[in-house]
């Protein structure tokens, strides 16, 4: 039971730091505060950073296997946006290649995660 609260914050943390950052990245877009390629590398950073967030929440959390826990929560977001992406039917081989970097940047994440704990 506690690994499931500790997973559900650390899902719910990284899903608010993800519509925070996104939110904020459209409206200085809006407001013509940075340019289309500034928002083009953000739409692509976001996820990211927002994964390694995810990730390092996990590995602060985990007693071993700081990997392992990265890649639950990345498996679990990107579950959520290939269900996304199949509705809005913009899949493609290239995002495929995006989301292998997202479980990437989760498990890196969770590493820094459990060897930057305080023991």
């Known amino acids: 039971m506690k690994y499931l609260k500790t997973l559900s914050k650390a899902l719910l943390f990284t899903i608010i730091f993800f519509i925070f950052l996104t939110l904020l990245l459209t409206i200085f877009n809006y407001f013509n505060i940075i340019n289309y390629q500034i928002l083009n590398i953000g739409k692509i950073i976001i996820p990211i950073l927002t994964l390694m967030f995810g990730g390092l929440l996990m590995g602060k959390k985990a007693s071993k296997n700081g990997w392992l826990e990265g890649l639950k929560i990345s498996l679990i977001i990107i579950i959520i946006l290939i269900i996304i992406t199949l509705i809005i039917n913009e899949f493609s081989p290239k995002k495929l290649t995006y989301f ?6 989760g498990i890196f994440g969770s590493i820094l995660g459990i ?5």
């Open 100 to 105: 292998l970097i997202l479980i990437i940047s």
């Open 115 to 119: 060897n930057t704990k305080n023991t």
